[in-house]
């Protein structure tokens, strides 16, 4: 009797494979039924790719998913978060009891996922993003590592309607990045409807290709596809090219089930407790059940403080008139001497923000985002993922344009910096477009950062380098005009803090401003004094976090009289800080006025804008006169 030919290895690959996608589909549905929420239907889709990546094409140990040298998986389609916990316990990153806390508080498996999870780079499940960190990711590997780390990231096609993914698509064609491969789950389904192209994969490939990327079109469901389109991806071959890869993957949603299967009105919605069974029996035997595990496993989040030595004092003469865009640009160059880890990435705007000083230093730190900020702040995001101080730079009115991508910065506990220029309306006649006006309340109002406006040259070097060093997400406002350096090169400036401009015990007001409004607060000072009204005039570069009782202590002392002067909109600036420090301070006021921007402005001089908005010298002045009345 002949013998029964043996498989072949790829044969037992393959049903390892489907074996792991079946096991990741039951642990997708009962953790979510478990649960009483999540999206059981998108993980479905997806199960197949998900196994290929985790037990064939993706080089990590599972005892460290975080080491240096392991490939990356970015889950763009954050709301699949039961998929990716399935696939790292069934890998051995932690073990499969522990995916029974699915979505308790006190469970690191989150509703999306966030780096508290081993091997989680970035939060995601705001849509559209992951392409990008995975970019950031993919070109520390490559540029600044060397090293041979591959990055996967797993998208929806809802989210293929997002700006930010073709932001993302560009930039990384631009740098070439063949260690990048992004796989698209084309299961036409979104949340209220099918999706814009729904099952036309070849749509999507063809933008992809567009974009100057290797893209091939498969069944997501067909293992051995799965599999030839990911070895070739990763082939030397392919590297060659230089070229990242897009792999458009057909599927469908809710595949294995047949009640759920391509059927509308699932999305977000698990499987009621009572049809569990049926749709369990459909996918075959059920594996045992395994106690819950209630050890957490979640990892410490964000950065330490950086450690590098500290510069020597800048360079600037009293007096002197230095722009404080100009001094954050040479104060990134002389940073990135001594610390190999600071980097930049700038809007196509580096001779305005100065950044291109670092560019001149340290050309191979520098990455041009060009006019893509959404896409340039999750760059930035991914990154510091590997370890790296990113100063990411624009107008400051453009930022605001990538405020999600800041806000899921703060959810992903990234140390981040960032830097606005050409704030407020002394930047004169380009007009309101230009105009940040909005930044300090956007940034005041982000978990964790630390918020830096300084006025001069000085206080703008050590203010950077006070970024550089601090952990979290950090903002520092610039402004366009330059502005006589008030301060000697040996000044500290600690955070929380604030300076003592001008001071003395005859002292009725205190004026509190920062930036270009701290030089006319200045000049409102001398018009004061010739008038034999004595006023103390404080710097608060630190609006965020602010020294409340020290603040408090200088009202106190000029009779709980207080004026706030700004070149922002007035809410959510410098003056409802400084007011919101006070009053958990407790002080009583007996008189204050809060300037500020107060409508839509428009071109003009520098000179007359201020005037025009109230907050120029001649306003201060007669601010502070209205409190003695």
């Known amino acids: 009797m002949a013998a029964m030919p043996q498989p072949s290895p790829m044969d037992r690959t393959l049903e390892t ?55 990356r998986f970015v889950l763009s389609k954050g709301h699949g978060a039961p998929l990716l916990y399935a696939a790292q316990a069934e890998a051995g990153i932690y073990p499969v009891g522990r995916l029974a806390t699915l979505r308790q508080f006190s469970s690191e498996l989150e509703g999306h996922p966030t780096p508290r999870i081993p091997g989680v780079d970035a939060a995601t499940g705001s849509l559209g993003q992951g392409l990008s960190v995975g970019a950031g990711m993919a070109l520390s590997a490559k540029r600044l590592e060397k090293k041979g780390v591959r990055v996967y990231v797993l998208l929806g096609d809802g989210e293929m309607a997002e700006g930010n993914v073709w932001e993302a698509a560009a930039f990384a064609a631009h740098y070439s990045l063949d260690n990048l491969t992004a796989i698209v789950d084309v299961n036409a389904l979104g949340q209220s409807e099918r999706t814009m192209y729904r099952h036309d994969v070849e749509s999507h490939r063809r933008r992809f290709e567009a974009a100057g990327w290797d893209a091939v079109s498969i069944d997501g469901h067909d293992m051995s596809a799965i599999v030839r389109a990911v070895d070739r991806a990763r082939s030397p071959e392919l590297a060659a090219r230089g070229r990242p890869q897009a792999i458009l993957a057909r599927t469908e949603k809710g595949h294995g ?16 407790k009572d049809d569990l069974p049926r ?32 510069l020597s004092p800048p360079d600037y003469a009293l007096g002197a008139q230095v722009a404080t865009r100009e001094a954050y ?35 191979d730190r520098f990455f041009q985002g060009y006019i893509a900020e959404q896409n340039m702040v999750s760059v930035g995001v991914g990154l ?16 605001s344009r990538a405020y999600d991508q800041v806000r899921m910065a703060a959810v992903s506990r990234s140390h981040i910096k960032l830097c606005g220029s050409h704030c407020g309306v002394s930047i004169g006649e380009d007009g309101p477009s230009q105009m940040g006006l909005e930044d300090l309340a956007m940034f005041r109002a982000v978990p964790g950062s630390t918020v830096l406006y300084p006025s001069d040259g000085v206080s703008a070097d050590r203010l950077t380098e006070a970024l550089a060093r601090l952990p979290g997400i950090g903002y520092l406002r610039t402004t366009r005009p330059k502005t ?22 005859q002292d009725r ?25 004595a006023a103390r005039i404080i710097d608060l570069y ?78 201060i002045t007669a601010a502070a006169k209205s409190l003695l009345i």
């Not at 089930?257 to 499987?271: I, N, P, R």
Request: some cysteine; glycine content about 6%.
């Open 329 to 363: 640009g040479k104060a990134l160059a002389r940073i990135a001497a001594v610390n190999p880890r600071l980097v930049a990435v700038d809007a196509d705007v580096k001779n305005s923000t100065f950044s291109e000083y670092l560019e001149k230093a340290h050309a």
């Open 257 to 272: 089930v047949s009640f759920l299967a391509d059927k509308e009105g699932w999305h977000g919605k698990t499987v009621p």
């Open 384 to 399: 510091a993922a590997r370890g790296y101080t990113p100063f990411v730079a624009t107008f400051a009115c453009f930022l």
């Open 17 to 71: 494979l489907r074996e792991k996608a079946r096991l990741l589909r039951i642990h997708s549905l009962v953790t979510t039924t478990h649960a009483g929420s999540g999206h059981p239907t998108t993980c479905l889709s997806a199960a197949d790719i998900v196994s290929v990546l985790f037990f064939h094409a993706m080089r990590f140990d599972p005892s460290h998913p975080d080491a240096p040298d392991a490939d």
């Open 484 to 505: 006589p350096v008030l301060y000697s090169s040996d000044e500290n400036f600690p955070i929380p803090g604030f300076k003592i401009l001008r001071q003395s015990p």
């Open 542 to 619: 630190s609006v965020k976090p602010i020294d409340a009782d020290g603040l408090a202590a200088h009202v106190r002392a000029t009779g709980g009289r207080v004026v706030t002067v700004e070149d922002h909109f007035a809410e959510g600036g410098l003056g409802e800080a400084a007011f919101a420090a006070l009053a958990t301070s407790g002080v009583a006021l007996a008189a204050a006025r809060r300037l500020a921007v107060s409508a839509v402005p428009h071109s003009g001089a520098q000179h007359e804008l201020l005037d025009a908005f109230a907050i120029s010298a001649r306003h």
């Open 279 to 310: 749709a369990l029996a459909e996918l075959g035997p059920i594996p045992p059940p395994v106690e819950t595990d209630s050890r957490s496993y979640a990892r410490p989040v964000g950065a330490p403080p950086a450690d590098f030595p500290h």
């Open 509 to 533: 007001l205190t004026i509190i401003a920062a930036g270009i409004t701290l030089h006319e607060s200045l000049k409102s000072y001398a018009e004061l004094a010739a008038q034999g009204i």
